[in-house]
Structure formats: C-alpha cells, structure tokens
C-alpha cells in the first residue's frame, strides 16, 4: 500500500524557519493533488496548503498566505512546505496528504492518503 512519510519538523525559535518534507512509497500511484493540514493539541485538523501534482494553482490558508510555500520537487518525488517567519501558533502536528479523486481541497475527509505527522514547535 502507498504510504506517505513526513520530515524535516523540529523545535524552533520564532521569526524563525522549517522546510517540511513529505515523500511516498509503495508501488506507482496517480495522485491529483497533495496538501498539508496541522493540527494542536485539543484542536480540529486545519488546513494549511493544497498543490495539484502538476503543480499549478497552489491554495493556502489565511494563516499560510506570504509565509508559507508548498511545492513539489518532482524530481525527488516529494512535497515540500517551506515555513518561514514562524509564531507560536503555528505549533502543532503537520500532516501530509494527498487523494486520487479530489483536487486543492481543504477538506481533511477529501484525503484519503495521510501521513503520521511530524511535530513543529515555535518557542517564544
């Protein structure tokens, strides 16, 4: 079965940055689009950023938008998110996902393939 593993999370200084990682296994697969959501501690799942696997039209959050960058390096196969000027509220769990049917959205229940998360902290 496909499987999709996170990296590049870790403990941060505000104002500071992080490039996630997001890479896939398995055997071939024909993903439409790839996205990051977070979640914290007692908190629903947020969306944080969508790519279609040609990688056009990117859509973020209200909270990403002129901070973050998500991106696909085709290339390495891989899904990056790139993090930068980073607050205390951006702590949380970032989850990679991506789905075969539903294209940019924002809804976790549209993502069928997920990852188990890597922790990002922003310390004061």
């Known amino acids: 079965q496909v499987q999709l593993v996170e990296s590049g999370g870790g403990l941060v200084q505000a104002g500071g940055s992080l490039r996630l990682s997001c890479g896939t296994s398995?055997?071939?697969?024909?993903?439409?689009?790839f996205a990051w959501f977070r979640q914290a501690p007692g908190k629903e799942r947020e969306f944080v950023a969508a790519i279609r696997w040609s990688g056009d039209r990117p859509n973020y959050a209200d909270s990403a938008k002129g901070r973050f960058t998500i991106s696909r390096e085709n290339a390495k196969n891989t899904v990056t998110l790139q993090m930068n000027s980073l607050k205390p509220a951006d702590t949380a769990v970032y989850y990679c996902a991506a789905d075969r049917f539903y294209t940019l959205s924002a809804r976790p229940s549209d993502y069928n393939y997920w990852g188990q998360g890597t922790q990002v902290t922003v310390s004061s």
């Open positions: 398995g055997r071939t697969f024909t993903f439409i689009s």
